[in-house]
């Protein structure tokens, strides 16, 4: 099975070993040449053009966070269209099925292989992205709470990743068409991004302060509210510290979900081809 999964998906394994070793290189460029460059560079332009302007390096880091953060989208695509959908629709898995291959084994090589890839693709692209962020991120443009980066710098790029595929695979077998399961695996994994995205600082406790005076806050802490009141001043915010507090919470959510949507889809194969 891992044999024939390997030649049937080459080119969108070969397309997916390319894209982690494009993005991982362009990642090191960026540290290594990219961010001595533009603070060279920011010694010698005008300070109200260095504050207006993103950097190369913040504009480069941006592309990289956005591809990392929100690729398990393409994950959903190809879980539901091709991996999945188009076998059912094609009849390649039931002609599988006939020769010695369960229902079961055949499911469990089509998931096993691609999480296994996309862990340790995205466990690397993280890596890579969270150290270059961190020596660097004077140099950025976006704060740890942006979704973009929350998600790129630490193991939610995983979460997402495998319930993109299990989502796909659910969405394949309830609906046994490539398109439409790739549309429906696309959108359920857009409505959860967002959902949590939205809900997100509500994951952890927050902190508040009240003061005389406008209060300071800590250091690229991410401000949710503030004002006065009969108290006076305060302001609800999640000091740095939270943030892997609030990514672990989040990736249990999501892993929960992945779990979910994969025992589901083996019920459903198990009724179906019973």
């Known amino acids: 099975m891992t044999t024939t999964l390997l030649r049937v998906h080459r080119a969108?394994?070969?397309?997916?070993?390319?894209l982690v070793l494009a993005l991982t290189v362009w990642t090191?460029?960026?540290?290594?040449?990219?961010?001595?460059?533009?603070?060279?560079?920011?010694?010698?332009?005008?300070?109200?053009?260095?504050?207006t302007f993103p950097s190369p390096y913040a504009s480069g880091a941006g592309v990289i966070a956005l591809l990392t953060?929100?690729?398990?989208?393409?994950?959903?695509?190809?879980?539901?269209?091709?991996?999945?959908?188009?076998?059912?629709?094609?009849?390649?898995?039931?002609?599988?099925?006939?020769?010695?291959?369960?229902?079961?084994?055949?499911?469990?090589?089509?998931?096993?292989?691609p999480a296994a890839t996309l862990t340790a693709g995205l466990t690397l692209l993280v890596t890579v992205f969270h150290q270059g962020w961190a020596a660097n991120r004077d140099l950025a443009f976006d704060d740890w709470y942006t979704p973009a980066l929350f998600l790129a710098r630490g193991p939610a790029a995983v979460a997402y990743a495998l319930?993109?595929?299990?989502?796909?695979?659910?969405?394949?077998?309830?609906?046994?068409r490539a398109l439409p399961a790739l549309g429906a695996s696309v959108a359920v994994m857009w409505l959860l991004a967002l959902t949590l995205e939205?809900?997100?600082?509500?994951?952890?406790?927050?902190?508040?302060?009240t003061t005389a005076h406008p209060a300071d806050l800590p250091a690229h802490a991410?401000?949710?509210?503030?004002?006065?009141?009969?108290?006076g001043y305060y302001v609800v915010f999640h000091p740095e510290s939270h943030y892997w507090p609030l990514q672990l919470v989040e990736c249990g959510i999501v892993l929960a979900l992945a779990a979910t949507a994969t025992a589901a889809s083996f019920t459903l194969l198990r009724r179906r081809t019973a």
């Open 12 to 18: 969108a394994a070969a397309v997916w070993i390319a």
């Open 28 to 51: 090191l460029w960026l540290n290594q040449l990219t961010a001595d460059s533009t603070r060279a560079a920011q010694t010698h332009c005008a300070q109200d053009y260095c504050d």
């Open 69 to 113: 953060g929100y690729g398990f989208l393409l994950v959903a695509a190809y879980a539901g269209g091709a991996l999945i959908g188009r076998e059912l629709e094609s009849g390649t898995a039931h002609l599988a099925w006939t020769q010695g291959i369960t229902p079961t084994r055949w499911l469990t090589a089509k998931l096993a292989l």
């Open 163 to 176: 319930c993109a595929l299990a989502v796909g695979t659910l969405a394949a077998l309830l609906l046994r």
């Open 198 to 209: 939205t809900y997100r600082a509500d994951l952890w406790p927050t902190k508040t302060r």
């Open 222 to 231: 991410w401000e949710l509210a503030g004002g006065r009141n009969a108290h």
